[in-house]
């Protein structure tokens, strides 16, 4: 009779759920998505068709440096606002000290520039995959994390590395022995090429502090951030602080005497975190250890997510001190191993932002951080599940309908936070489940997303 009673209710819920509709990801138009001022301007445009993949727009932005690429509406809004910085970088490197030193180094200097043409999209292949990951079908495989004593254990082990081999150092893939030669002594000091190679590496360790010192003073002038994965910033900024090192001079005090509307943009450097630009990337590190010890009870998920996934020191830090706003009672070293396994840029930003949405909300301080598969699940004080979801544009398919019926993610109140927007079939679909639904939901440094609230209009 149990089973009888047990089969009977399985198949209601099958047949509940498979009514459900499913929907590709649309191609819409750009304005339906941001506003118009990131679209377009004197020196950049932005390609009007726009992919979405793993919920997250996929832009073309054409620009007189080339083609860039930026994978969310976020990373749009940080790519348009880099140009001004590249474009006081292009033309110190073709005036003034830095192009003295460059002159002297025989190196070649300056962009191609390119007519501002149409891309259009000929094909999703190989477009990033965006956020998929944390809503996908493999969730549960996310979650299997290692808690047990043993596991732990070995983790450390790992993390102290084979005895034998040297420590990680700069530049150590280039002197590293190959694989198949025999294993040191045990005896053998520190065989690290930087420890044992003389005055040479004694040199290019001080020119290498140097770079990293003139690179930072120019990316704070600037007011971008120094861990950009803008490819033709990141090159620039490279190459005139080897410039600066090279010639001998301070590159901050030489971008400094660049005038018109150089000077303009340098002077506007409230765009990133002060804190994160007065900083060394050691400095950074300590701090955000200390921070996360005092919240997390797990040493070793600290250190791992230190050194490991898509985090820039940057996003570590703004993690690190939302956490700290957040103070959760419990589900912290499950934070940081999830994200400690993140994949490029946006996924890291998907779960920083997945903390500001949380913030965001009236006695949000002192939760919870629930596993749920892949997610960032927060259940408030009063008992409310809060289901930050920092996308773009949100379609429904059949890894997002297994996800929101997890039996763990059932509670008398529930709330979707979406930082952009959701098809109407996903609307229908998350209400019928029993979600508070908010789009557009507003967090710190949250995207500029088109206003007009039109999205059904938007698909081509």
Request: hydrophobic share 45%.
């Amino acid at each position: 009779m149990c089973n009888s009673i047990a089969l009977f209710i399985l198949a209601l819920a099958c047949t509940a759920h498979a009514s459900d509709t499913f929907e590709p990801e649309p191609v819409l138009k750009a304005p339906m998505l941001v506003q118009a001022p990131l679209l377009s301007g004197p020196d950049f445009r932005v390609v009007p068709e726009v992919a979405v993949r793993g919920y997250m727009a996929n832009f073309l932005i054409d620009t007189k440096f080339g083609p860039l690429r930026a994978d969310s509406v976020e990373m749009l809004a940080i790519r348009i606002g880099e140009l001004p910085a590249m474009e006081v970088l292009d033309e110190a490197s073709r005036s003034g000290a830095f192009a003295t030193a460059l002159a002297a180094r025989a190196k070649k200097t300056g962009f191609a520039v390119v007519n501002v043409i149409a891309h259009p999209i000929d094909t999703l292949t190989g477009l990033p995959r965006g956020v998929a990951r944390f809503l996908g079908a493999q969730w549960d495989k996310w979650s299997g994390r290692a808690q047990s004593l043993s596991d732990r254990s070995q983790r450390e082990f790992e993390n102290r590395g084979d005895p034998y081999r040297a420590p990680a150092g700069p530049m150590t893939a280039m002197r590293d022995a190959p694989a198949d030669s025999p294993p040191a002594p045990a005896d053998t000091k520190n065989r690290a090429w930087y420890a044992r190679a003389g005055s040479e590496v004694a040199r290019e360790g001080k020119r290498y502090l140097k770079f990293n010192s003139q690179r930072r003073a120019m990316a704070k002038l600037l007011g971008v951030d120094p861990n950009s994965s803008n490819p033709v910033l990141d090159q620039e900024l490279d190459t005139l602080a080897w410039a600066a090192v090279w010639g001998n001079f301070s590159a901050g005090t030489a971008l400094g005497q660049i005038g018109g509307s150089a000077a303009t943009v340098i002077s506007d450097t409230g765009k990133l975190n002060q804190y994160v630009l007065s900083k060394t990337p050691e400095q950074l590190r300590a701090d955000n250890e200390k921070r996360l010890l005092a919240l997390c009870s797990d040493e070793t998920a600290v250190r791992s997510f230190l050194r490991r996934g898509g985090f820039t020191d940057t996003l570590r830090t703004a993690l690190a001190l939302t956490l700290e706003k957040l103070a959760p009672k419990s589900g912290c070293d499950g934070l940081l191993e999830l994200a400690a396994k993140t994949h490029g840029e946006v996924e890291a930003r998907y779960l920083v932002n997945a903390l500001k949405l949380v913030a965001q909300q009236p006695d949000a301080r002192n939760g919870e951080l629930v596993a749920a598969g892949a997610a960032i699940v927060w259940r408030m004080p009063s008992g409310k599940l809060i289901l930050p979801l920092p996308v773009d544009y949100l379609t429904w398919n059949a890894d997002l309908a297994a996800f929101f019926d997890q039996p763990r993610l059932r509670a008398a109140s529930r709330l979707v936070l979406i930082g952009g927007e959701a098809s109407m079939l996903a609307q229908r679909a998350l209400t019928e489940r029993g979600w508070g639904l908010q789009l557009r939901a507003p967090y710190e440094g949250s995207p500029a997303y088109a206003m007009n609230g039109e999205f059904g209009t938007g698909v081509l």
